[in-house]
């Protein structure tokens, strides 16, 4: 059976630090995978998706930025932190089209 | 651009009641899928049901099932014999056929279920 692996599950980072955020997934191939942010009391926004190995596409303009170096990992990454990127992210992934979308577990980042 | 709107923040029901939640959505498209999604307070995203647009018949899961209303673009969920269990956060989201599939999801609705 599938499953998707995200850490860490908590975080805390100081302004201006650089942040990586790991997502691996198990059992499928060539899934389709998602960065989503979701800020407190809000639903999910998504920042970034992918849909092969090397190939990522960004949804909003930000400080952050989205890598696929194999095809089951997706990495979340900052070079600077800023107070605004404080929230909870969410991986996901997906394999045939029509399927839903299946989350890991989250990263709670919050910036000092 | 896709919206999804949840028009109750907060609702409570009794438990063994059952609980109507609302979503309504804007799209131009004609093929899609329609999702409602759990987050209890783990945070954890956990798939209730799907949607096919292009099925007329509702989407049943044990006691969660949808009133799929295409042209009034309307999908709401309906919890039967509520458990305290499905207390949590309830999202319903959307996804265009084809592509991406990407998700847009709408502010969520906060349910409690009460003893």
């Known amino acids: 059976s599938q499953t998707i692996h995200q850490w860490p599950a908590t975080l805390v980072q100081p302004v201006g630090s650089p942040l990586s955020l790991e997502c691996t997934v198990e059992?499928?191939?060539?899934?389709?995978l998602y960065w989503y942010r979701q800020a407190a009391g809000r639903g999910l926004q998504l920042l970034f998706y992918s849909v092969g190995i090397g190939q990522i596409s960004s949804e909003v303009p930000q400080n952050l930025s989205a890598s696929r170096p194999q095809d089951r990992q997706f990495i979340l990454s900052s070079k600077k932190l800023l107070l605004s990127d404080s929230g909870f992210y969410l991986c996901a992934w997906r394999d045939y089209a029509g399927q839903p979308q299946h989350f890991g577990d989250g990263t709670r980042l919050s910036i000092l | 651009a896709q919206t999804v709107t949840q028009s109750q923040p907060e609702m409570s029901v009794q438990e063994a009641e059952t609980v109507t939640l609302s979503c309504t959505y804007d799209?131009?498209?004609?093929?899609?899928?329609l999702f409602w999604y759990k987050q209890p307070p783990s945070r954890q995203m956990i798939l209730v049901i799907r949607q096919e647009a292009y099925k007329q018949q509702n989407a049943t899961e044990n006691r969660f099932s949808v009133n799929f209303q295409k042209a009034a673009k309307s999908f709401s969920l309906k919890i039967s014999d509520s458990q305290l269990g499905d207390t949590a956060m309830y999202f319903c989201a959307f996804s265009p056929q084809g592509g991406s599939e990407k998700l847009v999801f709408g502010k969520g609705t906060k349910l409690t279920v009460n003893p």
């Open positions: 059992g499928t191939s060539n899934p389709n």
């Open positions: 799209t131009s498209e004609n093929n899609y899928y």
